[in-house]
């Protein structure tokens, strides 16, 4: 059974810096597509970065480049979203998201793209 379990979370003010972590047991983590997602209250689920398998493939959504830096290591079967320079429209929560094999990195901006997601995990960014 796939499970991805998120972490690392919380209330920070706005300026500051977050680092999540996303732990995924029961797939072949090294060649599944990671990403992460987001959803505010009362918005959409929007993407916001993924990463193929090698890490020599990352895309973001525009209002994230330069800010957010997304990074896995396959030895630990963990993805990360280092997150900088946060803003309060940052406030949401955070998904997860594996999907198996490789498609050209920009086709993982859509949330059908993936076989697999987390639970989530709630970054709240105060002004």
């Known amino acids: 059974q796939v499970q991805l379990v998120e972490s690392g979370g919380g209330l920070v003010q706005a300026g500051g810096s977050l680092r999540l972590s996303c732990a995924a047991s029961?797939?072949?983590?090294?060649?599944?597509?990671m990403g992460w997602f987001r959803q505010a209250p009362g918005k959409e689920r929007e993407f916001v970065a993924a990463i193929g398998w090698s890490s020599s493939s990352t895309y973001y959504t525009d209002s994230v480049k330069g800010r957010f830096t997304i990074s896995r290591d396959n030895a630990k079967n963990t993805v990360y979203l280092q997150m900088n320079s946060l803003k309060p429209e940052d406030t949401a929560v955070y998904y997860c998201t594996a999907a198996a094999g490789y498609s050209g990195i920009i086709y993982y901006a859509r949330p059908g793209a993936y076989d697999n997601w987390g639970q989530g995990t709630q970054v709240t960014v105060s002004s």
């Open positions: 029961g797939l072949a983590f090294s060649i599944h597509t």
